[in-house]
């Protein structure tokens, strides 16, 4: 049995999609302060090598890949060059999202519906897909994904984005079964109002709101639990209504 408590993540590799902003670039810091080689996956170069700048500066160790989720292909050169470069996975973070909070349902373009779907869910089938083998191989690690509690609740106007959160949420759960004999812990974090660039959050006091940090916070508490230990879902809200 190993020990709780926030160990150090030394020569453990991660890799967290959509960590050039927001809720990724908090997740990198973290995972890399506490050691983590990080590999940043996100679409715009300048994004990522900001986060990797400031990791570096920080003295971690990032690693930015240009990668798009709804790209299967793209998604597997990223998963060659980890295997290649690091031979392992420890942690795999589906973070990256998208979201249109501009409307009901019925007057969304299809292609809006297309582009949130094809990133918050298909980006994750493909993300497992490239990502579980090397870790089955490796001896497993965790899988942490970044839903929402509008994958709990509904959301008037963001209809689509609410249910790319209830399927991960179900992808979650039941990727879990598959996995948890593989030594592989696949959990999900639903934070609510989180004060980043995305979601419906006009009108809203960003002061009251999640912070960037607390879910990464969060994703600590779950990576470094005892190996026995399985937290596998989170309700994150913000202390007052934002
Ligand atoms: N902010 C909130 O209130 C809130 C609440 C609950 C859950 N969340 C979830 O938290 C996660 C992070 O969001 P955030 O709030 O931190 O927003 P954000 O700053 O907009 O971060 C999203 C990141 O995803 C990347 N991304 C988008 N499409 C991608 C693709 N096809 N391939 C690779 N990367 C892609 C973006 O970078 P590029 O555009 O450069 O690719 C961006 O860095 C999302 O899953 C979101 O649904 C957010």
């Known amino acids: 049995m190993q ?3 926030h160990s150090s993540l030394k020569g ?3 890799v967290i999609t959509g960590a050039g902003s927001g809720i990724g670039a908090a997740i990198a810091e973290k995972l890399s302060q506490l050691g983590a080689a990080s590999v940043l996956c996100g679409r715009t170069e300048s994004k990522l090598a900001a986060t990797a700048k400031t990791i570096s500066s ?3 160790k990032a690693d930015g890949q ?3 989720l709804k790209d299967l292909r793209s998604v597997e050169a990223l998963a060659a060059h980890v295997e290649k470069t ?3 996975l420890d942690i795999l973070v589906n973070n990256a999202g998208v979201g249109t909070f501009g409307g009901p349902l019925h007057a969304m373009p299809p292609e809006e519906w ?3 779907m094809n990133t918050n869910l298909r980006g994750v089938y493909y993300c497992i897909r490239s990502f579980a083998p090397l ?3 490796t001896g497993g690690g965790d899988i942490v994904n970044i839903s929402s509690l509008a ?6 106007n963001g209809a689509a984005y609410a249910a790319s959160k209830w399927g991960l949420n179900g992808l979650s759960y039941s990727v879990a079964e598959e996995l948890r004999a593989n030594n592989i812990r696949v959990s999900v974090i639903c934070p609510g109002s989180t004060n980043t660039d995305l979601g419906p959050h006009a009108g809203k006091n960003a002061n009251k709101m999640l912070q960037p940090g607390d879910v990464a916070h969060v994703l600590i508490m779950l990576v470094t639990q005892a190996s026995q230990s399985f937290a596998s879902e989170v309700l994150l809200r913000p202390t007052q209504k934002p």
Do not use: F, Q, W
């Open 3 to 5: 020990e709780n408590g």
């Open 12 to 14: 453990k590799v991660a």
């Open 58 to 60: 920080n003295g971690g």
């Open 66 to 68: 240009v990668c798009d």
């Open 86 to 88: 690091y031979g392992k």
């Open 114 to 116: 297309d582009s949130v």
């Open 135 to 137: 870790m089955i191989r």
């Open 151 to 156: 994958g709990k609740n509904a959301l008037p």
